[in-house]
């Protein structure tokens, strides 16, 4: 069985300061790990993945993640937050084979004040 | 047509009424997916297709649900006698065979009243 906790459900942070999202996952074999995005009234947009390959990811939008297997930890930072930041923020594990059923956290909303 | 689509963008409907709602996978995406966000239960897997096999139905939530995918692209989920916690958001997403990543559409918002 596969699940994520994202330990905060609202982050707010200053414009051009660092921003930390937590999340951390269990998983009984090797995941495939996401950040989505989702961004009022829009769809969900993938910001990066991680497949088992380089443990330091990097995403769109200045975004990176780091995964580590030792803290199943997978958290997601940003070294200056921008306005347009705000949004809604998934971490998703899924087995890295088979139907790949993506398995959500609850969400961090992340607010970016001027 | 780069993305995945779906329509409508928002369904209002009455108790008891059945409604479809449609999703246009990217085009050569042989996996295709509905999940589900509502307040309380957050984002939830429903069903997947892949190619020509048989569906993997595990997430639907009840009989009164339902799928079909024609001709391994287009894909229509089907509620019956909707309730009013059917109220949600219901997201399509497609995967290319041998990838990783699901590509969302932008969700057909459903209000049962």
């Known amino acids: 069985a596969q699940s994520v906790t994202q330990l905060d459900s609202h982050v707010s942070v200053s414009e051009g300061t660092p921003v930390l999202l937590r999340c951390n996952y269990s998983?009984?074999?090797?995941?495939?790990l996401f950040w989505y995005v989702q961004h009022p009234n829009k769809g969900l947009q993938l910001l990066l993945k991680y497949t088992s390959a380089a443990t330091l990811v990097k995403g769109i939008n200045g975004f990176e993640a780091e995964f580590k297997k030792s803290e199943t930890s997978f958290h997601l930072t940003k070294p200056s937050a921008h306005m347009s930041d705000a949004a809604e923020y998934f971490c998703v594990v899924s087995p890295n084979t088979g139907f790949q059923k993506l398995v959500f956290g609850t969400g961090t909303r992340l607010l970016v004040s001027p | 047509g780069a993305g995945v689509s779906q329509s409508p963008s928002n369904k209002v409907t009455e108790k008891g009424k059945d409604v479809e709602l449609r999703c246009d996978p990217i085009s050569g995406h042989t996996a295709l997916y509905w999940y589900r966000q509502s307040l309380g239960q957050g984002l939830e897997f429903l069903i997947y297709f892949q190619g020509n096999s048989a569906p993997d139905k595990s997430g639907l939530p009840s009989d009164r649900f339902s799928a079909e995918r024609t001709g391994g692209s287009v894909s229509t989920l089907t509620i019956q006698r909707t309730q009013q916690e059917d109220s949600a958001v219901y997201l399509c997403a497609s995967r290319k065979q041998g990838e990783d990543t699901q590509y969302f559409g932008p969700g057909t918002r459903l209000t049962v009243l």
């Open positions: 998983s009984s074999y090797s995941p495939s």
